[in-house]
């Protein structure tokens, strides 16, 4: 089939053609055998979308039977130990994540939606400026997280800002990260307010920023709130950029946002998962239970959010 | 009115009727200000990103020849014996990448004809968000049950298969496939439902079956988006670093394609180089970069290509 | 001044024409050939005028969508700005409050002068401009928020002291709506009827004590009994306010507006371009009883447009 080369007119055309092309190619064949040719394909692609849901079923079950005998209290109140595994806990990696997830809310939902507000509201998209800003966000969007751990460790933990391996070289880094992902939907929510809201606001001799703060954002912000909560459950297990800036350490004292020597969720996992013990392996079943249990609750709770407060215009 | 009422009135409310601002309004000025600021950040992250590979990468290069760097075929930068040939994870990378789509591809590509052509609503509601949950869980979660369960349970079913060990890039590559699964069945699935029903309705009136309609009219019609999705998938598979870390190794120092043994990509290089003990300014803490700086422009490469083949998509629709 | 005068005399007439230009490379739009009648009656020199239009013209891009406009709009009177669709009506009106500068590619030339002064000079702040002059959307456009907080969101927004519930009180009353919302004023908006919504917008316009009401087409999305009740309204208002319409409809020009204008479509024959232009102006009786440009009796017995 030719690609498209002209007008969207002329391919449409060309599609067109070849959809007539073949269906009449089938016109004459006996009708039972193409029963049966669609049957069989059916059975396929449903066996093929199996293979999708079992893994992801799989991957729930397992996890769930391998951490059975470690889902107890300790795992929450106790703190990481390889002495005693089979008390040891996540109390400190909790306290980690949860620090450094505090510090990536409070990062992203300013400069995200700040971004996403001046490029739908202020930039003038013929100015090349704003085209290399989004150019860039979309860039940013596909880059590996580890390539964000090693501007962690070049430029937050070391380099120009150096404030050492700490809580908050993670969390900046981190939002460094899913920033792209918040102003996507910060821009999809300001984008899906009606313009006539904005002249209405404007026409009553409102300044842009009053139009913007008091009438956009309040009706847009279910649709960013929903953003924000899927990159926080994005955030939350993101061990790879962790692992450059100094959450490794087999932390047993409670963690503070300028002090070194901080474990997190997901690398306490990895780093349980990586031993020979079996409670400790065990452990890190429990432990990955926990982080699936939040992006769970995470996930539900946008999807809850989105069903319950979606303005139909 | 007469003439003095029209004087008198008029006189009074000139006041109140100017046009120029009542006030300098600076609070607006400085928010827009702050709000460029909060955009421009993400092209202050690409030069930060950009210059923490470079200037490493630098150094490392005054040390290392391109030459060796690009072609040589043992990557052993930690060893007395140090042989700097980068081409044994790249390679590692590109056999996760090809085992990961050889997994994902037809069961994404069946997953997104089945939930774009054939699911009725109630299905489609159900079964999308839980595909886009596998994107969701986290990483290590999956390398995980890749190194515990995985490996061990398809040693055990397949011993005829040459396994070398506990580690295996091959299952680490399957594990990798379903994780970006979600990635090629809902763009395609996207890609497909955006085909214009006229063209479908059209093949079927001409007595086309569903499987023909769906394979010879609407799949080749989405075609752009669906190898844009594919490729955003590789983008994806490139990047990962969890999952090959736990469930495919530390590799071997030289270059090679089996995968049924242990391989070392370049992200499990990166990830497992960082956590160990090594001095800044030396040549093993500059491989790290370097190593990135390879990454990174693979990853770029690959994106640039899927968002050329993303706006075609758009075009010829929209 | 008195009615007596008027009868005796003649009214005066002034006629403009225009020299038909080539779209050059030049700085200005190119104006087309008409013969605008304005007529003036010797009265209307001692009225106030709100807006005096000199040769407005607007383009978005390359396309000219309206030319050559001059006319005056009164103090305390309803101006109807009638025509086909093209002519240009709206994009007149949204240049009086400056809501053309919201759209990137549009330009305006020519002057409009508010109360004397220029409307598009360079320390003029556009936020100012619509705190007097107000406008009402064709199709009703209330906040997502409780009819009280509607109403309230002007007088907040621009800082204006006061007890903010007999200021809305008061803006419902004068749009005619108080009785049937004052038990519920809490309610969503989205939850009146489209003339109530259309009157809403009417309140929350009058709540910021404006000077002028723009009314773009406000009725073309009502019904007939909503329409005529913003009708009965809008002579109500015309006591305190200034008001321009635009309407598709003659028959409410007729019977509201003091004055109408006549705006239609005029095709270039050498680059096939279509643009607005205004053709006659004049008190609403003449127009519709004595016009005397031939497209405008065309227009009102329905031959066209």
Excluded at chain 2, 169 to 190: E, F, K, M, T
Aim: aromatic share 8%.
């Amino acid at each position: 089939m030719a690609a498209p080369e002209t007008t969207p007119g002329a391919a449409r055309t060309q599609l067109a053609v070849a959809g007539a092309r073949a269906a009449t190619e089938g016109m004459f064949t006996a009708s039972s055998r193409d029963r049966a040719r669609g049957a069989v394909f059916l059975a396929l692609l449903l066996f093929g979308l199996a293979i999708a849901l079992t893994g992801l079923a799989a991957i729930f079950v397992w996890t769930l039977v391998r951490a059975w005998p470690r889902l107890d209290l300790d795992l929450i109140t106790n703190g990481p130990s390889t002495l005693r595994p089979e008390t040891a806990g996540f109390h400190t990696a909790i306290l980690g994540s949860a620090y450094i997830i505090a510090g990536v809310i409070a990062l992203i939902v300013p400069l995200g939606v700040g971004a996403a507000v001046y490029l739908e509201e202020y930039a003038d998209n013929t100015r090349w400026w704003n085209r290399l800003i989004e150019l860039n966000i979309q860039n940013l969007a596909a880059v590996p997280s580890i390539v964000f751990g090693i501007l962690g460790l070049g430029f937050i933990v070391r380099g120009p800002i150096s404030i050492g391996f700490v809580p908050a070289a993670a969390s900046l880094t981190i939002a460094l990260l899913v920033l792209p992902t918040v102003i996507l939907a910060a821009r999809e929510a300001i984008r899906a307010v009606p313009p006539s809201i904005r002249e209405g606001a404007l026409a009553l001799g409102a300044t842009p920023w009053q139009a913007i703060s008091r009438q956009v954002l309040p009706a847009a912000a279910p649709g960013i709130l929903t953003g924000v909560i899927l990159a926080v459950s994005r955030a939350i297990g993101e061990a790879a950029p962790l692992l450059l800036v100094g959450a490794v350490t087999f932390a047993t004292f409670d963690p503070s946002y300028f002090e070194s020597g901080y474990t997190t969720l997901p690398t306490l996992v990895f780093n349980y998962a990586t031993r020979p013990q079996e409670e400790l392996r065990t452990l890190a079943a429990a432990g990955a239970i926990l982080m699936l249990a939040f992006v769970l609750v995470m996930n539900s709770f946008a999807i809850w959010l989105r069903n319950r407060f979606e303005q139909r215009w | 009115m007469t003439v003095s009422d029209i004087a008198v009135s008029s006189a009074g409310a000139q006041a109140r009727r100017s046009l120029e601002a009542a006030s300098p309004r600076y609070g607006e000025k400085a928010i827009r200000a702050f709000l460029f600021l909060c955009a421009v950040l993400s092209v202050a992250t690409t030069t930060a990103i950009v210059l923490s590979l470079l200037l490493p990468s630098i150094s490392f290069f005054e040390e290392v020849s391109i030459v060796e760097f690009l072609t040589g075929t043992r990557w052993a930068p930690a060893f007395a014996d140090a042989h700097f040939g980068v081409l044994p994870i790249v390679v590692g990378s590109l056999v996760i990448v090809v085992v990961g789509l050889l997994v994902a591809v037809p069961v994404g590509l069946a997953s997104a004809i089945y939930l774009s052509e054939y699911a009725p609503r109630r299905v489609r509601r159900v079964v999308k968000p839980s595909l886009e949950m596998l994107a969701g869980i986290p990483t290590v979660a999956i390398g995980l049950f890749a190194a515990l369960y995985l490996t061990p349970t398809l040693q055990d079913a397949l011993p005829f298969l040459p396994w070398e060990g506990r580690f295996s890039s091959a299952v680490a590559g399957v594990a990798v496939g379903l994780l970006i699964v979600p990635l090629i069945a809902s763009v395609s699935d996207d890609a497909m439902r955006s085909v214009p029903q006229g063209l479908r309705e059209g093949a079927h009136a001409l007595g086309a079956s569903k499987l023909r309609v769906s394979l010879r009219v609407v799949f080749p019609a989405a075609i752009s988006g669906i190898v844009a999705s594919i490729v955003l998938a590789m983008s994806r598979a490139i990047g990962e670093t969890m999952v090959v870390l736990m469930a495919a190794g530390a590799g071997t120092r030289d270059l090679t394609f089996n995968p049924w043994g242990s391989i070392q990509t370049v992200t499990a290089y990166i990830g497992s180089t960082a956590t160990g003990d090594i001095a800044t300014g030396t040549i093993q803490y500059d491989s790290i970069f370097a190593a990135g700086a390879v990454l990174f422009v693979l990853t770029f490469a690959v994106n640039m290509v899927a968002i050329r083949l993303v706006r075609r998509y758009r075009e010829v629709y929209e | 001044m008195t009615e007596e005068a008027t009868k005796e005399r003649r009214p005066a007439v002034e006629h403009s024409d225009h020299a038909v230009e080539d779209g050059g490379a030049g700085e200005g739009h190119p104006t087309i050939s008409l013969r605008t009648e304005v007529r003036q009656h010797e009265t209307d020199e001692l009225r106030e005028k709100v807006f005096e239009l000199k040769e407005l013209s607007v383009s978005y891009g390359d396309t000219l969508a309206v030319s050559g406009v001059t006319m005056d709009i009164f103090h305390r009177e309803i101006t109807a700005l009638i025509g086909p669709s093209g002519c240009g009506k709206s994009t007149v009106i949204r240049c009086l409050n400056r809501m053309n500068d919201l759209i990137p590619s549009a330009r305006v030339g020519g002057g409009v002068l508010y109360h004397g002064q220029d409307l598009y000079g360079s320390k003029v702040d556009p936020v100012q401009v619509r705190k007097l002059i107000g406008m009402v959307f064709q199709k009703p456009n209330p906040f997502p928020k409780s009819i009280y907080d509607n109403v309230a969101f002007g007088p907040r927004a621009i800082g204006i002291k006061g007890n903010m519930d007999e200021i809305v009180e008061r803006a419902l009353h004068r749009a005619a709506l108080w009785d049937e919302v004052k038990d519920r004023l809490k309610d969503n908006a989205y939850g009146l009827s489209g003339g109530q919504q259309q009157r809403l917008c009417i309140a929350r316009c009058i709540a910021v004590d404006p000077d002028v009401i723009l009314m773009d087409e406000p009725c073309s999305a009502l019904d007939p009994i909503s329409t005529a009740r913003i009708e009965d309204l809008m002579l109500e208002l015309k006591e305190q306010y200034s008001i321009v319409i635009v309407t598709h409809n003659m028959q409410q020009a007729a019977r509201t507006a003091d004055r109408t204008a006549f705006l239609t479509v005029v095709s270039d024959e050498f680059s096939g371009s279509r643009t607005g232009a205004l053709v006659e102006f004049d008190r609403t009786e003449t127009i519709f009883s004595n016009p005397s440009d031939q497209r405008t009796e065309n227009y009102i017995t329905g031959r066209f447009g």
